[in-house]
């Protein structure tokens, strides 16, 4: 969330990023709502300062028996009560117009991130394998998976509705063992925290890492105003809301198994097949709160981290920097890897990591003091490390037999039971 002061001493980078998005200029409406909200307060502060000053002269004028007098200026300042009453009441009203245009604004974009319109203009940074060739037409996973009969879409339908799936015997332990192997790969050798935190969170809390007001189609709202998470990014980065935190115990590193809960408002007829887009999935996310000198850094590390999940499973993949107008609005710069999907014949989506900088600590009032005493914000960065559903997707795609079973990566046996193969 942007401070109006910077705006107005940066309107022009603010504009600029804005046109990068896609978006008109804000700088100068948001200036003049600021404008209009100063002037109720000069206004109010002047009536308020005559009426202190009538106030006084109300007592002379009756200690010199001139009680009209008196009367008079009792009257002046009863106006003036209600002009300061009016005048608060604009600029209450004015902040609060402010303030929710302020919210609904995106990230200021990294000046490295490439200009674009659609994810077609993202940029290949660089590749991992060359893709499997197969001596057969490959299937995709829900052919596999339900051929198997280890992946029961019809069941969830009864249970659920559309988007979800039952998972079963082995492909369940899959799933289960895939989590266990990424969160023990990043608390064991990439620094990382594990936590358990709420799956349920207020409202504060989206607001904080952003998907409140402007996405809230997009989440589950419970009857008792609670959200369920879209991504456990909001549980892990609001640990720090409302904090003063030290700068020598930053970076702090967290990580999480959790499932996410998604409405996916705006995907219909959007990947209605298998396990791509879907209202319940498991993800183990990724969330670094640092020193804005190291944020760049960090978001390197985490991407590093991500990259050695799908290292370590040998699924071929590729990292790409997303345009401009393919960012998340809360984000300065995204990297996302795409798992390469052989049943599909394309790179999907696995994993995205996002360097915030101090958008979301703003929105949490979540600061660090430095070296010198001096108070500053903190910057947050977020990323899936990884997906599971989506890493189940490409496991069973890339390593699937012409007999339909699946083989299983030797990384991941140990998790197994020291299963080799599904089928």
């Given amino acids: 969330m942007f401070d109006i002061k910077w705006i107005r001493a940066n309107a022009e980078l603010f504009d600029s990023s804005l046109k990068r998005r896609g978006q008109p200029p804000a700088s100068a409406d948001l200036i003049a709502l600021d404008d ?128 979800f799936v039952v998972l079963r015997g082995q492909m369940a332990r899959l799933e289960r063992a895939l989590g266990q192997f990424m969160l023990d790969l990043h608390t064991r050798e990439h620094g990382f925290t594990e936590v358990s935190a709420p799956l349920l969170v207020r409202s504060e809390a989206l607001f904080g890492t952003g998907q409140l007001p402007k996405f809230s ?73 640092t020193t804005p000198d190291r944020s760049e850094e960090e978001q390197h590390h985490m991407l590093g981290c991500a990259e050695a999940v799908l290292r370590k499973l040998e699924i071929p993949y590729r990292v790409v920097a997303l345009c401009s107008g393919d960012m998340g609005a809360s984000m300065q710069r995204t990297y996302d890897i795409e798992a390469w999907l052989p049943g599909q014949n394309a790179y999907r989506e696995i994993s995205s990591v996002s360097m915030a900088g101090d958008f979301q600590a703003r929105r949490m009032n979540t600061r660090y003091r430095n070296g010198e005493g001096k108070l500053d914000f903190v910057h947050t960065l977020n990323g899936s490390g990884i997906a599971v559903g989506r890493a189940l997707i490409a496991l069973v795609e890339n390593y699937q037999n012409e007999d339909g079973s699946v083989t299983i990566p030797e990384a991941l046996r140990p998790f197994m039971g020291g299963l080799e193969r599904i089928g």
């Fill in 36 to 163: 209009a909200r100063k002037a109720k307060v000069t206004a109010m502060n002047e009536a308020q300062e005559k009426r202190n000053a009538l106030s006084k002269q109300i007592g002379q004028a009756k200690a010199a028996g001139d009680n009209a007098r008196a009367e008079s200026i009792m009257a002046e300042v009863g106006a003036l009560k209600s002009a300061v009453q009016e005048f608060e009441e604009a600029e209450r009203t004015l902040t609060d117009e402010l303030n929710t245009k302020l919210s609904f604004l995106p990230n200021l974009l990294h000046p490295e991130v490439p200009d674009g319109t659609s994810e077609n203009e993202n940029v290949t940074i660089r590749t991992h394998l060359e893709p499997k060739t197969f001596s057969f037409k490959p299937k995709e996973h829900y052919e596999i998976g339900e051929t198997l009969g280890l992946m029961d879409f019809e069941a969830a339908a009864r249970i659920a509705g559309s988007r």
């Fill in 217 to 289: 189609e997009e989440a589950f709202e419970t009857t008792d105003g609670r959200w369920l998470i879209p991504t456990s990014e909001v549980s892990l980065t609001n640990l720090v809301r409302e904090q003063i935190l030290s700068g020598e115990d930053l970076p702090l590193r967290f990580t999480s198994l959790t499932p996410c809960f998604r409405s996916e408002a705006g995907s219909a007829g959007r990947d209605t097949r298998g396990m791509l887009r879907q209202h319940q999935f498991a993800k183990v996310e990724m969330v670094v709160v």
